[in-house]
């Protein structure tokens, strides 16, 4: 059933970056559609039921500098995922508990305190024309909502096609890692390595490079010695699949990542455990053990 839309919310400031986001578009592989969707799917889902909405819901995903809404009807809100400091037209309000929005009220998230991609659901979902089944922006294809710029309006959906929110009361949000441990299922090109490689991707300290974003997480540290240095041609790539390009430094692919690559995969991380990757900040110690 397609929600029916009821109102909007205007964006005030969109911050460095803020997408909508929802479970995303799987199934889609084939066709050379990555899957995107929001990259912490445990707080956007948390938040959605904080508002009584369905976990799938499409919410805002913001990164590291938070972002600000204006609602045109008064609407209940969360902002989860990274902790950051909520205001309502100025005044502090909870984060990650259910809060009231009046109609003009702007609803601010201010920069991640921890962790880095903080999560606002609203009562009713945002509805913004879904492309393949999905609301979620995909930054490598470009399919679904742009990222958001100062002024866009975003429809809201009808909170009374929702449940009820659950009882107010203390939720537990996970905290941002202080370190990242992901656990590794050998890949489908390991053998192209030394065995000196291997030992190193599961025994080295690594870090969260900056130049990670929704595609990737990329690491810094050293670097991983292939036994084979002939052209891979082009084959299927997974959520989680760690891609090794020519610098030597491991590369775990997040939620818009390319469907093809050329470079090896040396390991694959479980889905489950990448939650924690889209908050772990630059500079983060990362280590890969066996799973």
């Known amino acids: 059933m397609t929600p029916t839309v009821v109102s909007c919310l205007v964006v005030i400031r969109a911050g460095a970056l803020t997408t909508v986001q929802d479970a ?3 199934g889609w592989a084939h ?3 990555g899957r995107a969707g929001a990259l912490d ?4 889902r948390l938040a959605n039921r904080l508002v009584g909405n ?3 819901a499409a919410v805002l995903e913001t990164t590291l500098t938070g972002c600000a809404v204006r609602p045109d009807r008064p609407v209940v809100a ?5 902790g950051c400091p909520v205001t309502v037209d100025g005044r502090p309000v909870a984060w990650g508990e259910p809060v009231r929005v009046p109609a003009g009220g702007v609803l601010d998230a201010g920069p991640a305190g921890t962790g880095l991609r903080s999560y606002l659901a609203f009562a009713g979902g945002l509805v913004p024309d879904p492309v393949l089944g999905s609301r979620s922006a995909d930054l490598l294809s470009g399919l679904g909502p742009a990222p958001l710029s100062d002024g866009d309006p975003l429809p809201l959906g009808d909170p009374a096609e929702c449940g009820p929110p659950p009882p107010a009361g203390p939720v537990p949000w996970p905290g941002a890692p202080a370190e990242l441990v992901l656990p590794v299922h050998p890949g489908p090109r ?3 390595f030394t065995e000196a490689a291997l030992r190193t991707l599961l025994t080295a ?3 969260v490079s900056p130049q990670s974003n929704r595609i990737g997480l990329r690491t810094q540290g050293p670097v991983l010695e292939r036994s084979r240095t002939e052209e891979l041609p082009s084959e299927g790539m997974v959520l989680g699949a760690i891609q090794v390009p020519p610098d030597g430094r491991p590369v775990v692919f997040l939620n818009d990542h390319p469907t093809t690559g050329g470079y ?3 390991g694959v991380v479980p889905e489950r455990a990448l939650a924690a990757a889209a908050q772990a900040v630059p500079g983060t110690r990362l280590r890969f053990v066996r799973a």
């Open 31 to 33: 066709l050379g559609v």
């Open 78 to 82: 969360v902002v989860g995922g990274a």
């Open 205 to 207: 300290a690594y870090r």
């Open 190 to 192: 390991h053998d192209w």
């Open 264 to 266: 090896p995969v040396v």
């Open 41 to 44: 799917g445990p707080a956007a």
């Open 54 to 56: 369905p976990p799938d």
């Open 24 to 26: 995303g578009r799987p």
